[in-house]
């Protein structure tokens, strides 16, 4: 009788699951039906970052692009141990859908090795501080299962807002906090052409009317906000036009665009890939060349992503501040002396 459960002994041609691949993979397709519709369709769907409603963290990174290319409206993904729990606190019954495909999200993590004559030792964190001769890497493990909200019986449905009146005011206030915080210029004119660049800090845009849609133009501005992060976060803009590096950091300023947007609130502008579109099939390439790229990029542009926003938030606190002062020194006093101006009314 032959052996069942995790002891079985495994067939000789049995290869395990390569997940990392498979993200890469569906990634790259995702690419390639944007080329063949001629970028009327999204390679990057859904407008709000995916997250785990149980413990209240968005995804990042390879995450986060992992859970979009699953193309769920709904935006809540979340593990099996996490419905459980879920349905334990709140009382409320809740299962897993059968036959629910879930998607794997992964962990980075640092690893550490030396020599040991001609062997190669791995080693613990603990083991690592006890060595001065330690090489370090970074590598991505499989984390886990997650399920979008609509595997899950039970989870109240997504609504999903619609905003008839787009507000891009969250999107000018970035702008207005890297020029305030940064020192980063940003000029307008009649030439149709969006570039950052690194020596002077400074981004060039052409003039709003010139682009086919508002979306179109602001999309365009939040890529060019990734490419700005570069020399605060030290990442190679060294490429010349053509070359892989070029193509990666324009592959880490377009997620980053992305990433930017699902937070303030814009629509994605598929548009916008008929500027970026030559660079779509160097992306390919990359990813088709390494596995990892894909990883890199998003994590870069997720690292971007946070110092951006991180200046906004800090910005618009600073402006909140502000304007609290005024109310408190400025206007307050003015109204109490136009109180004690006013004439009194006799009964």
């Not at 369709?41 to 390879?62: A, D, H, R, S, V």
């Not at 915080?181 to 570039?195: F, P």
């Not at 950091?249 to 699902?262: K, Q, R, T």
């Amino acid at each position: 009788m032959a052996t069942k459960g995790k002891w079985a002994k495994k067939d000789k041609d049995y290869e395990p699951k390569d997940h990392i691949q498979e993200v890469n993979d569906k990634v790259i397709a995702m690419m390639e039906e944007a080329i063949d519709s001629k970028f009327q369709k999204k390679w990057l769907t859904c407008t709000t970052p995916p997250f785990n409603p149980m413990t209240n963290t968005e995804y990042k990174g390879i995450n986060f692009l992992a859970l979009l290319s699953a193309n769920f409206n709904d935006p809540r993904f979340m593990t099996f141990n996490n419905v459980k729990a879920m349905a334990e606190e709140t009382g409320t019954e809740m299962h897993i859908k059968k036959g629910a495909k879930g998607f794997t999200v992964f962990k980075a993590m640092q690893f550490f090795s030396r020599k040991d004559g001609d062997k190669v030792v791995s080693l613990s964190a603990e083991e690592a501080e006890n060595y001065g001769d330690v090489s370090t890497r970074w590598g991505y493990v499989r984390a886990g299962t997650v399920f979008n909200g609509t595997q899950i019986e039970g989870l109240e449905p997504y609504i999903v807002q619609v905003n008839k009146v787009v507000d891009h005011s969250e999107i000018e206030l970035l702008k207005d906090a890297l020029v305030a915080r940064t020192g980063l210029k940003v000029t307008h004119s009649e030439v149709g052409q969006a570039y950052y660049s690194p020596v002077q800090h400074s981004i060039h845009m052409p003039n709003k009317d010139l682009f086919v849609s508002t979306e179109a133009y602001y999309t365009t501005l939040l890529h060019e906000e990734s490419h700005a992060t570069g020399p605060a976060l030290k990442r190679n803009q060294t490429g010349k036009f053509g070359t892989p590096d070029y193509a990666f950091e324009e592959l880490v300023a377009e997620i980053g665009s992305y990433m930017l947007g699902s937070k303030l609130g814009i629509q994605y502008d598929p548009s916008t890939l008929t500027q970026h579109g030559a660079y779509l099939n160097n992306w390919i390439s990359i990813l088709k060349n390494d596995k990892f790229a894909i990883f890199k990029a998003s994590s870069q542009a997720s690292k971007s992503t946070d110092y951006n926003i991180g200046h906004h938030q800090e910005h618009k606190l600073e402006l909140e501040m502000k304007k609290d002062w005024i109310l408190e020194k400025v206007v307050a006093p003015a109204r109490a002396v136009e109180m004690k101006k006013a004439p009194v009314m006799s009964m």
